[in-house]
Nanobody, 130 residues
Framework: QVQLQESGGGSAQAGGSLRLSCAAS????????????MAWFRQAPGKEREGVAV????????DYADSAKGRFIISQDNAKITLYLQMNSLKPEDTAMYYC???????????????????WGQGTQVTVSS
């Protein structure tokens, strides 16, 4: 059973930066954890949960939502079993609850559909003011 815990949320002004972390427990890096899609999602009040960025732990392949491209960077530290999301050039529309999620996958082609993921963290709030 994989447990995920996000941290690093908070408040920032437009144009600022924040870095989110997601620590995974219940798993060690190896044959098993090297086959996970790890993703960041966000959900703003009254809106559906949407994918922001995803990485395949076994090779580092990444993908981003259009809204995140050029501003956000997803990365991982396999030794710490930790996922990161570096968010730069923040905009007020980035305000949302951010969640990390995990999916065991033998394919490196990861999607960003919430329904595909079966492990979720509790979320961390990001608020960007103009």
């Amino acid at each position: 059973q994989v447990q995920l815990q996000e941290s690093g949320g908070g408040s920032a002004q437009a144009g600022g930066s924040l870095r989110l972390s997601c620590a995974a427990s219940g798993v060690t890096y190896g044959t098993y954890y090297s086959r996970f899609c790890m993703a960041w999602f966000r959900q703003a009040p009254g809106k559906e949960r949407e994918g922001v960025a995803v990485i395949y732990t076994g090779g580092g392949m990444t993908d981003y939502a259009d809204s995140a491209k050029g501003r956000f960077i997803i990365s991982q530290d396999n030794a710490k079993i930790t996922l990161y999301l570096q968010m730069n050039s923040l905009k007020p529309e980035d305000t949302a609850m951010y969640y990390c999620a995990a999916l065991f996958s033998t394919s490196s082609r990861c999607d960003m559909q919430p329904r595909s993921y079966n492990y979720w963290g509790q979320g961390t709030q990001v608020t960007v003011s103009s």
